[in-house]
């Protein structure tokens, strides 16, 4: 098993940014990669990003793409979400996963997951 676990949420003012750490224990080395995903008050879950341990190779949600940015330690099994220009739509619980051999942007792909840190963008 691994355990996910964030931290970093909080409060900022739409135009700020935010850095999410999520830190893995367990049996990391077997993890195919780990995924940021989040979700907003009446909204599915959604895929924002994710990272394969192999190599570090990213993956984006488009409307993602230049605002955050998804980077690894592995020496410290933990894994990062840069998260720029914020902006009010933004706010939701983000939530760090492991697992996504059957597809990294896949939600049912995760086998993990972290209990969820709470961003809120202030406009």
């Known amino acids: 098993q691994v355990q996910p676990v964030e931290s970093g949420g909080g409060l900022v003012q739409a135009g700020g940014s935010l850095r999410l750490s999520c830190a893995a224990s367990?049996?990391?080395?077997?993890?195919?990669?780990m995924g940021w995903f989040r979700q907003a008050p009446g909204m599915e879950r959604e895929f924002v990003a994710a990272i394969r341990w192999s190599d570090g190779n990213t993956y984006y949600a488009e409307s993602k793409k230049g605002r955050f940015t998804i980077s690894r330690d592995n020496a410290k099994n933990t894994v990062y979400l840069q998260m720029n220009s914020l902006k009010p739509e933004d706010t939701a619980v983000y939530y760090c996963?492991?697992?996504?051999?059957?597809?990294?942007?896949?939600?049912?792909?995760?086998?993990?997951w972290g209990q969820g840190t709470q961003v809120t963008v202030s406009s």
């Open positions: 996963a492991a697992g996504g051999s059957r597809g990294v942007t896949r939600l049912r792909s995760y086998d993990y």
């Open positions: 367990g049996r990391t080395f077997s993890t195919y990669a």
